[in-house]
């Protein structure tokens, strides 16, 4: 961060906001919840989909910045994915983590929102749009789960620990390592759970629910909002070569902090190369 870091007061403004906007935005996701068949939605790759309920709730989201925070810039996955991240006040949304889940109805998808002041995040939302529960923290202020402060699990035992993942579904040449890299943590946990939003699995490695969670790629989205939330509550994040992980297109492994390490160790040697985009 090159400036001098915000006060509590304008971290909570921040905070304020991206809570706002995350509500518009899960609104008009809740609206169409119900009526999918009606829900246009097209390919972006194989794999990969968009509708216009997400584009809908990333118009939301952009109209609650524009309104509080007019000299803002937003980041996000449909409008403006490749915008610099490290120079004032951004906003980087995902309108709809989870768009796959939403098609078809399983009811694991949400909206998650991160304010970076210079680079910096100091304000993060993951709201579940299914169920409505809400993951909020800020830089140096503690993370919380519908008002109430989180902790990341104690548990230092990998045959107690649930591990969270993320398939490789983007891009191609993750998948060998990937699959290479299961063995040894399928042998030694309790188990592992692979729900289809980054962000949710993140925000539940803060409160506890996860000991830890792994995956080769996520973008600035998917991950700024739950990164914080992990950080403040206690927890370690980081790239494949445990560096504290940056808000890019980069792999992440995050966890308590024995079991972070546990799980860095097992997945490192594994991992294909994946370039970070400028920011």
Not at 236 to 261: E, I, K, Y
Request: charge should be negative; include cysteine; hydrophobic fraction near 45%.
């Amino acid at each position: 961060m090159n400036g001098p870091k915000p006060s509590q007061s304008e971290s909570r403004a921040l905070l304020a906001t991206c809570v706002a906007a995350a509500a518009k935005a899960a609104g008009i996701i809740r609206a169409h919840a119900g009526q999918l068949h009606a829900v246009q939605w097209e390919a972006k790759s194989q794999t990969d989909f968009v509708s216009q309920v997400d584009r809908d709730a990333e118009g939301a989201i952009a109209a609650v910045v524009a309104e509080r925070h007019p000299g803002a810039l937003l980041v996000a996955e449909e409008g403006s994915p490749d915008s610099a991240l490290s120079h004032g006040l951004v906003f980087v949304a995902d309108p709809l983590d989870g768009t796959t889940n939403f098609l078809h109805g399983f009811p694991w998808y949400a909206v998650s929102i991160a304010a970076l002041r210079d680079g910096e995040t100091v304000a993060g939302v993951v709201l579940n749009a299914a169920t409505g529960e809400l993951f909020s923290a800020t830089l140096g202020g503690g993370a919380r789960r519908a008002g109430e402060p989180i902790h990341v699990s104690a548990q230092q035992e990998p045959a107690r620990s649930l591990i969270a993942t993320g398939f490789p579904f983007r891009a191609g040449h993750h998948i060998a390592p990937y699959l290479a890299s299961l063995p040894p943590i399928m042998r030694s946990t309790a188990g592992l759970r692979r729900a289809g939003a980054a962000a949710l699995d993140l925000a539940d490695v803060a409160c506890g629910r996860f000991e830890a969670f792994w995956e080769l790629e996520l973008y600035p989205w998917d991950m700024a909002a739950g990164a914080l939330l992990i950080r403040e509550a206690g927890g370690v994040v980081t790239d494949m070569d445990g560096s504290p992980s940056r808000v890019a297109r980069a792999s992440l492994v995050a966890g308590n902090p024995h079991m972070h390490a546990w799980l860095l160790e097992r997945v490192r040697d594994h991992q294909a190369p994946s370039t970070p985009i400028a920011s």
